[in-house]
């Protein structure tokens, strides 16, 4: 049986010398990974991190990992792909995806990170601090309802800049004055939140790019 599906690409693997298993989030499907076969010389451009697909899945009784053909770009994501700090941001981002829904996903959670990835992709400046709405977005549709009492006991000292933030407007938190350690250690402190509730270490190796980014 063959459907078409919307998908964003997590992460990809190499497999031999002209395919890769691409790590993905589908409208439909949930979590699911695939094959996608990439032609020599090619460019692999497409399957970068957080890009939106459509494609055909081709289904295999017999594997659990299943094709996908006739793959396009739903969105062109220009304001991402031209922009290196944009490029880290979704990096980041994806990596935490990747590493936070195991198999299925919560109700929402694609229409939502289509959303995020496109918002993000528009986004003309001021957009430092877009990670940490993001962690605490995603929080909320994972169904945790991050609040200050509950972010409280993971904050240290940035107990009162977490406290403002929660508070604030989507356009007052891209404003909001951080340095780049500040913003790196809040960002640890979500992600250690949301490990407690997920019950899984999300030890996220691009968080270090940000901080490199941001410094």
Known sequence: MNDSERLIVLNSTKLGDNSLVLHCLCRRLGRRSFIVTVRKGGSRALFLPFSILDAEVLENRKSELWRLRGISAAHPL???RSSFDKNAITLFMSEVLWRAVQDGAEEGLYDWCERSILTLDALEGDFANYHLRWLMELADVLGFS???????????????AISDLLSTGFEQFMLYPLSGTKRSAIAESLLRYLSVHLEIPL???SLAVLGELYR
């Open 78 to 80: 220009n304001g991402i």
């Open 146 to 160: 991050p609040s200050f009492e509950s972010l409280a006991s993971f904050a240290g000292e940035n107990l009162q």
């Open 203 to 205: 030890n996220i190796r």
